[in-house]
C-alpha cells in the first residue's frame, strides 16, 4: 500500500521516536498551525487527543476540513458512560469528593458514548461505526510493551471495563 505518513504532536521525544521508526512528515505544535490544506487526508487517526484539547468541536472541525471527500476519521478516547467511569464516579461522589478521572491524566473533556457521535455528526460526519472494544488481542499485545507492569495493569482494568471508545466517521 502506497501511502504519506504525516504526524501531528507536541512532544519532541515522541516526534524523534516516530522519526527514527516510521517514514513521516511530522510537525511539533497543535494541529491548527501544521497548516494541512482543505480536503488533504484520506484518512486521519486519532487516539487519546480529543480529550486533552480545549475545544473540541473546533477540533472536529478542523480534521473535517483536511478530510477529502468520502475519508475517514478514526477518534479513540475514554467513554465516561462506561461502568468502570460510572462506579468511580459515585464512589468518589458518595465519599463526598469530587470525581477525578480514573487514569490520572489531565483531560479537559471525557464523552460519553452519545455525545462523541452527536458532536461528530452536527460536523456533516457520517458515523459509520462507533464501539468498545475489550482485551481480545490487545492481551497478548500489551504484554510485549516495555512499560511498567503498573500501567500494564491499568490498561487491562480499562480493557476489560470497556472503558475506551472508538468512532469512525467518513467525510
Not at 54 to 63: G, K, N, S, V
Not at 120 to 142: A, I, P, Q, W
Request: some cysteine.
Amino acid at each position: 500500500m502506497d501511502c504519506e505518513l504525516y504526524a501531528t504532536e507536541y512532544d519532541s521525544g515522541a516526534l524523534d521516536f516516530v522519526r527514527q521508526h516510521f517514514p513521516v512528515h511530522t510537525h511539533q505544535g497543535d494541529l491548527e498551525s501544521a497548516g494541512y490544506p482543505d480536503d488533504f487526508f484520506d484518512f486521519i487517526h486519532i487516539s487519546h487527543v480529543i480529550e486533552h484539547v480545549l475545544d473540541p468541536r473546533a477540533y472536529i472541525q478542523e480534521m473535517q476540513r483536511m478530510l477529502k471527500p468520502g475519508g475517514i476519521l478514526a477518534i479513540g478516547t475514554p467513554d465516561v458512560s462506561s461502568r468502570l467511569y460510572t462506579w468511580h464516579r459515585w464512589a468518589s461522589l458518595l465519599r463526598l469528593r469530587i470525581p477525578d478521572v480514573i487514569d490520572g491524566l489531565e483531560h479537559t473533556f471525557i464523552f460519553p458514548k452519545k455525545r462523541l457521535k452527536s458532536l461528530c455528526e452536527e460536523e456533516n460526519l457520517l458515523v459509520v461505526d462507533h464501539y468498545t472494544h475489550n482485551l481480545g488481542e490487545k492481551f497478548s499485545r500489551l504484554m510485549t510493551y516495555q512499560m511498567p507492569l503498573s500501567k500494564k495493569v491499568n490498561r487491562l482494568i480499562q480493557n476489560a471495563f470497556q472503558v475506551n471508545q472508538w468512532l469512525v466517521c467518513r467525510k
